[in-house]
């Protein structure tokens, strides 16, 4: 298994609506990650989780929140979003925090919120 | 200022003809690059990595040439078909730190008929 599978793949959901978003890969990584892509621009990176514990955050509103409840899982907890948060939301992993080979993205969830 | 510059922003090429990209970096010290092809909605998919040491790499019609002198790329499609219509984006990396990426802002092309 090579691949990190996100689910769902699209979803709308109201500024007062709880949601999240799930991320799993089988491939051993240990590094986990979270990125915020607006249409025609580069992915921005979000969280970062390094052996199950958060190592990096930046400096991301508290309406987002990241678990990682095992080494293969990544949520995304969506709580009182705004309408500028609709976004493509991808997930990636990779052997370890600085590793590059092997990094791989997800296909990503379409969010929307109205 | 970014760290990776891509160009052309966006191109419109014949079906069957060929092309090239360009990404042109300021990271250091330099570890290795990438090229992904994302296509709109989804996530990138890895083209072609390349380290300090090597300056091409072949994934079927696609060829990317690393020169880490003057701190440059090229992504050459050739033959071009039109599911290659996407953006193509150009990742840096770094070596030491916490693996921070430097994202261009992708090439975008579109392939017609």
């Known amino acids: 298994d090579t691949e990190v599978t996100q689910t769902p793949k699209h979803l709308v959901m109201g500024m007062t609506n709880k949601k999240s978003l799930k991320c799993e890969q089988h491939?051993?990584?240990?590094?986990m990650y979270w990125y915020k892509q607006k249409a025609k621009k580069p992915p921005e990176l979000m969280f970062v989780?390094?052996?199950?514990?958060?190592?990096i955050n930046e400096s991301v509103p508290s309406r987002f929140s990241p678990e990682c409840p095992n080494s293969s899982l990544l949520n995304l907890h969506l709580h009182a979003l705004q309408p500028e948060d609709s976004a493509l939301y991808l997930c990636?992993?990779?052997?370890?925090?600085?590793?590059?080979?092997?990094?791989?993205f997800g296909s990503g969830t379409r969010l929307t919120v109205v | 200022k970014n760290q990776v510059e891509q160009s052309p922003q966006s191109l419109i090429i014949l079906e069957g003809k060929n092309c090239t990209l360009q990404?042109?970096?300021?990271?250091?010290?330099?570890?290795?690059l990438r090229w992904y092809k994302q296509d709109t909605g989804r996530g990138p998919v890895s083209l072609t990595i390349?380290?300090?040491?090597?300056n091409t790499k072949s994934n079927g019609r696609y060829t990317a040439t690393l020169d880490a002198d003057t701190k440059q790329s090229s992504l050459h499609i050739t033959a071009s078909q039109l599911s290659d219509s996407a953006s193509y984006i150009c990742v840096v990396s770094a070596t030491g730190g916490n693996n921070r990426l430097a994202f261009g802002k992708g090439n975008q092309v579109v392939v017609i008929p």
């Open positions: 491939m051993g990584h240990r590094a």
């Open positions: 990636a992993s990779s052997h370890e925090i600085q590793a590059f080979y092997g990094y791989t």
């Open positions: 990404c042109n970096y300021t990271v250091s010290p330099f570890s290795n």
């Open positions: 390349m380290t300090f040491s090597e």
């Open positions: 989780y390094s052996y199950e514990k958060l190592s």
